[in-house]
T-cell receptor, first 113, second 112 residues
């Protein structure tokens, strides 16, 4: 079974620039999550999708972060404009609808300078 | 919303010793409690999980216990090995399909 695919693997940008991350979940997984993991901390949920609808985006900083999953499969997370405190690993995870436990992708490590 | 507290933040043991990591959760509606292991630069990997209808679950050298009344759960690793060195995260969620809320992690170091 192919895993959760994420790209790019690493990204370095200057503050105030924009950046986008891509995630392709495991085939058949209707639920997709984006997490932010700051160095030394646990993953923090940013947004949860069920197919192409948003289930929970209560912790997404909507003034600068946006995410979409237009066709209910792959997803894009965007930051515009980036701040220094956005430096983190952005993890995507997916699961079957209504099932416990999910699989994480390898993440995108973002460094904002 | 749910809040998960995890301790200790760091734990150092000698090879062969046992290690215990403890977590507490705030939302009594939470009913699923997984543990993830994350090695440096890698993705979190599920190592064991427990649901609220079970008090204990074991898989070889690792076990998880759950006390619903006290709202805490623990990870137990016996006969630790150097390859157990990693960051361990506990998490909690409500019914299937809801997002996991993670603790801040415990860095386990096993020295030989």
């Amino acid at each position: 079974e192919a895993g959760v695919a994420q790209s790019p693997r690493y990204k370095i940008i200057e503050k105030r620039q924009s950046v986008a991350f891509w995630c392709n979940p495991i085939s058949g997984h209707a639920t997709l999550y984006w997490y932010q993991q700051i160095l030394g901390q646990g993953p923090k949920l940013l947004i949860q999708f069920q197919n192409n609808g948003v289930v929970d985006d209560s912790q997404l900083p909507k003034d600068r972060f946006s995410a979409e999953r237009l066709k209910g499969v792959d997803s894009t997370l965007k930051i515009q404009p980036a701040k220094l405190e956005d430096s983190a690993v952005y993890l995507c995870a997916s699961s079957f609808q209504g099932r416990y436990g999910y699989t994480f992708g390898s993440g995108t490590r973002l460094t904002v300078v | 919303g749910e809040n998960v507290e995890q301790h200790p933040s760091t734990l150092s043991v000698q090879e062969g010793d046992s290690a215990v990591i403890k977590c507490t959760y705030s939302d009594s509606a939470s009913n699923y409690f997984p543990w993830y292991k994350q090695e440096l630069g890698k993705r979190p990997q599920l190592i064991i999980d427990i649901r609220s209808n079970v008090g204990e679950k074991k898989d070889q050298r690792i076990a998880v216990t759950l006390n619903k009344t006290a709202k805490h759960f623990s990870l137990h690793i016996t006969e630790t090995q150097p390859e157990d060195s990693a960051v361990y995260f506990c998490a909690a969620s409500k019914p299937a399909g809801t997002a996991l809320i993670f603790g801040k992690g415990t860095t386990l170091s096993v020295s030989s």
